[in-house]
């Protein structure tokens, strides 16, 4: 499957952002996804995912209350909304397709999108 994220930006604190991750070559509707993010110098970090259906998330505990996953299988796209973002979510934040539904791990994920950079200015 490939995946294309979009929607990153610079943004002040406080501010928001919606990403977007657009998917193709496989039936989407069947695929368990997930939002990561990197900042320099740090390993990839779990943000969120979901559920083929969209019925099921689950969030790493920094994401909690500010930010919120969603899909639309008849668009084949994965989103994240950010709200009330601080500085420290700067990041390349990245979609994958997990090969199962709950799992935080890299090494579960069988596809990845190539990043797009969200910048949070102080």
């Known amino acids: 499957v490939q995946l294309v994220e979009s929607g990153g930006g610079l943004v002040q604190a406080g501010g928001s952002l919606r990403l977007s991750c657009a998917a193709s070559?496989?039936?989407?509707?069947?695929?368990?996804m997930a939002w990561f993010r990197q900042a320099p110098g740090k390993e990839r970090e779990f943000v969120v995912g979901?559920?083929?259906?969209?019925?099921?998330?689950y969030y790493a505990d920094f994401a909690k209350g500010r930010f919120t996953i969603s899909r639309d299988n008849n668009k084949n796209t994965v989103y994240l909304q950010m709200n009330s973002l601080k500085p420290e979510d700067t990041a390349v934040y990245s979609c994958g397709v997990a090969n199962y539904y709950g799992t935080r791990s890299t090494t579960d994920f069988s596809s990845w999108g190539q990043g797009t950079q969200v910048t949070v200015s102080s």
């Open positions: 979901i559920s083929p259906s969209g019925g099921s998330t």
């Open positions: 070559g496989r039936t989407f509707s069947t695929l368990h």
